[in-house]
Nanobody, 125 residues
């Protein structure tokens, strides 16, 4: 069973920041895309950001452009998601997922094979 170690979720007020981390198994290296998705209450899972592990190219959902930064440390098998200027609409369960590198282009949840358990992010107004 593939296990991701997600951390960094919590409760913040609007305008605040959070930094999520996802530690992946060591075999997720070059050739993969590691992405963050979220599921707001009562809504479907949606993309937040992704990063290719081979060249560190980042990809962002329109809703997060300018407010999120995704980065990775291959040696530590860890991907971080820095989120700033958070708004209540950012509330949801945030999931780390892995898929083939080309999946970073579209960030469709159905294209990702491996998923973490999720971490809750709550932004209050």
């Amino acid at each position: 069973q593939v296990k991701f170690l997600e951390s960094g979720g919590g409760s913040v007020q609007a305008g605040g920041s959070l930094r999520l981390s996802c530690r992946t198994p060591s075999y997720f290296v070059s050739g993969n895309c590691i992405a963050w998705f979220r599921q707001p209450p009562g809504k479907e899972r949606e993309a937040v950001a992704g990063i290719r592990l081979d060249n560190s190219s980042p990809y962002y959902a329109d809703s997060m452009k300018g407010r999120a930064t995704i980065s990775r440390d291959n040696a530590a098998y860890t991907v971080w998601l820095q989120m700033d200027a958070l708004i209540p609409q950012d509330t949801g369960v945030y999931y780390c997922a892995a898929g083939p590198a080309r999946r970073c282009l579209m960030l469709e949840p159905s294209s990702f094979n491996y998923w973490g358990q999720g971490t809750q992010v709550t932004v209050s107004s």
